[in-house]
């Protein structure tokens, strides 16, 4: 593995976790031996390991200065010390790793940031925090890529140019004027506020979805369609997420795209606790302690790089 790795390398982001968890004082005999078997299960995780103790001692070095930043309210001076110290984090997760091919998307928005645009035929798009968006309009169709995150489209009328969403390994063709595609981990879920929406992957037959219903897929194709609440799916447009019944591991995944750094669960086995919440996008580091409080885990900050979700 490169020495450059990004924070895209799981066993990274494990290793990186594992410092955080251990440099904490309530850190257990049980945690150090399940740590130490850890190492010992394979050499990769032994040099992820060794490359995350590099990135932790140059942390040490702008760690006053992060922390000061981080006292002061502004979120881009905050950014600005992250961006600043960035050729001396290389590998570092302190910061989402950039994709490359959202850098050129014609739309963006920042993390735990919501933005409303107005799009070059009269439609418009609201994009939820850290998404992308490309808008590729020709003669014959209005054809957009959503690269990350997620975004909520109002289509202007236009029967001779089809208005066609592509995220992940499928596309989303609008029947109709109001819908919403969004991309989580390796999945993309389109819900249907008004007429219909025709959905496609994985080269399987489309599938029309109608209001009030929603349809996910990934690289196994479509699921099976199925009702959605509005209420909860409307959420995110007024900072919220609302889950019910949902795996813990699930709800850290939503979380991790309205903050800094990797959330990483150290148990696999409370990753399936279920939470039922309604928890503010603006305020993560709060919502994450209202979970906490009433499950048995226990919340560890790595000083913004990675936070460490384990058993209390």
């Known amino acids: 593995m490169a020495a450059n790795a990004t924070d895209d390398d799981p066993l990274y982001q494990q290793a990186l976790a594992w410092l955080v968890l251990l440099s904490d004082k309530e850190a257990s005999s049980e945690d150090r031996?399940?740590?130490?078997?850890?190492?010992?299960?394979?050499?990769?995780?032994?040099?992820?390991?060794?490359?995350?103790?590099?990135?932790?001692?140059?942390?040490?070095?702008?760690?006053?200065?992060?922390?000061?930043?981080?006292?002061?309210?502004?979120l881009v001076q905050r950014r600005n010390i992250l961006l600043g110290a960035g050729a001396l984090l290389t590998g570092g997760i302190g910061m989402y790793a950039i994709n490359r091919m959202a850098l050129f998307a014609d739309y963006t928005t920042d993390v735990a940031e919501?933005?409303?645009?107005?799009?070059?035929?009269?439609?418009?798009?609201?994009?939820?925090?850290?998404?992308?968006?490309?808008?590729?309009?020709?003669?014959?169709?209005?054809?957009?890529?959503?690269?990350?995150?997620?975004?909520?489209?109002?289509?202007?009328?236009?029967?001779?140019?089809?208005?066609?969403?592509?995220?992940?390994?499928?596309?989303?063709?609008?029947?109709?004027?109001?819908?919403?595609?969004?991309?989580?981990?390796?999945?993309?879920?389109?819900?249907?506020?008004?007429?219909?929406?025709?959905?496609e992957a994985a080269h399987q037959p489309p599938a029309v979805i109608e209001a009030g219903w929603q349809i996910s897929y990934s690289d196994a194709g479509l699921e099976q369609s199925q009702r959605y609440d509005a209420a909860i799916f409307d959420a995110w447009r007024q900072d919220r997420i609302v889950f019910v019944d949902q795996p813990l591991r699930r709800v850290l995944l939503e979380l991790e795209r309205y903050r800094r750094g990797r959330i990483v669960l150290m148990n696999s086995a409370i990753g399936h606790i279920p939470v039922t919440a309604i928890l503010k996008t603006n305020d993560t580091a709060d919502a994450l302690q209202i979970i906490a409080s009433g499950l048995p885990i226990k919340i560890i900050d790595g000083a913004g790089i990675v936070t460490v979700v384990t058993s209390r």
């Open 114 to 199: 919501r933005k409303t645009f107005s799009l070059p035929d009269g439609s418009t798009v609201e994009l939820g925090s850290y998404s992308a968006l490309s808008v590729h309009f020709g003669e014959s169709e209005r054809r957009l890529m959503l690269h990350r995150g997620q975004a909520y489209f109002t289509v202007a009328p236009a029967a001779s140019r089809p208005f066609i969403v592509k995220a992940g390994n499928g596309t989303a063709t609008a029947l109709g004027t109001v819908f919403d595609v969004k991309m989580l981990d390796d999945r993309v879920t389109v819900s249907v506020v008004e007429h219909a929406v025709s959905v």
């Open 33 to 74: 031996a399940e740590f130490e078997r850890w190492v010992a299960t394979d050499a990769r995780n032994a040099e992820a390991l060794s490359r995350a103790q590099k990135f932790w001692q140059r942390f040490e070095i702008i760690k006053p200065e992060y922390e000061r930043m981080q006292k002061r309210s502004a």
